[in-house]
């Protein structure tokens, strides 16, 4: 494991594991940048036809470290992760159970297919401590499920359980409780085995109809988040997580 990250290969799958089970597999940049680099690594490696993405421990990704880790730089770091995915020329696939909270949200929906356990659930958080959705997630979230109820989980940071996500159309699969990982599994090694030219021109294509807007609206992200980490309210919102209370926000 390096900052976070683990990494295996299987045959034809490369499997990458967020590893701070202990955070939930919350990010700082350094993991973040090692994501990146180990996406790439996969990318650049003829034999690895398709990627595994999962969180160890209860949860695949809680989203931000508030808790005082190193996260300078990291709205673009996460920027950089949901683009490698993006444009990545093998199929991703996440395995999502427990929590997809934060950035943990459009990082799992970045991906081309998105496994669920019925434990999973997906929630845009930032509102919580006065921040906004970043690594894309406001230009994922809109194409897979209208405009309203990407700003109702922006705006309201409702949580979002997997029946209801599959139901919206943010996940391709929904398991039952006892073949999560069976199902995971046999996608994985199914798509392995697949047209991996055919799975990347397709993916190619989608992406270009339905992610033309991506660094755009990522560029508005970052500059969001960089301005409102800067705020009273932001401030407010990371010492009430930290003590477990409601935030007091005064809009400042």
């Known amino acids: 494991m390096t900052n976070g990250i683990s990494v295996a290969s299987d045959a034809a799958i490369r499997r990458i594991q967020l590893d701070r089970p202990e ?6 940049t350094p993991m973040l940048n090692e994501l990146s680099v180990r996406l790439r690594d996969a990318a650049a490696d003829d034999s690895v036809r398709a990627v595994l993405l999962t969180g160890a421990g209860r949860a695949f990704c809680s989203g931000g470290d508030l808790t005082g880790g190193d996260t300078d730089g990291a709205a673009h770091a996460a920027n950089r992760v949901v683009q490698t995915i993006t444009a990545l020329p093998k199929p991703v696939v996440a395995g999502v159970h427990g929590a997809a909270v934060g950035f943990g949200c459009p990082l799992a929906l970045a991906c081309d297919l998105v496994v669920a356990a019925p434990t999973a659930y997906f929630q845009l958080a930032f509102s919580r401590v006065g921040l906004m959705p970043d690594g894309g997630a406001c230009a994922l979230l809109p194409g897979l499920i209208g405009r309203a109820r990407a700003a109702r989980m922006a705006i309201t940071a409702e949580r979002i359980s997997a029946a209801t996500a599959f139901e919206w159309g943010m996940v391709s699969h929904l398991t039952a409780d006892d073949d999560y990982e069976a199902v995971l599994e046999q996608i994985a090694q199914s798509l392995s085995a697949g047209p991996t030219l055919s799975y990347a021109w397709t993916k190619r294509a989608l ?26 309210d932001f401030r407010e919102g990371a010492r009430a997580f930290r003590e477990r209370r409601a935030p007091d926000f005064t809009g400042r």
């Open 207 to 232: 992406t270009a109809a339905t992610l033309g807007e991506l660094a755009p609206v990522q560029a508005i992200e970052a500059e969001g988040q960089l301005a409102l980490v800067h705020t009273a």
């Open 23 to 28: 955070k939930l597999n919350a990010v700082d």
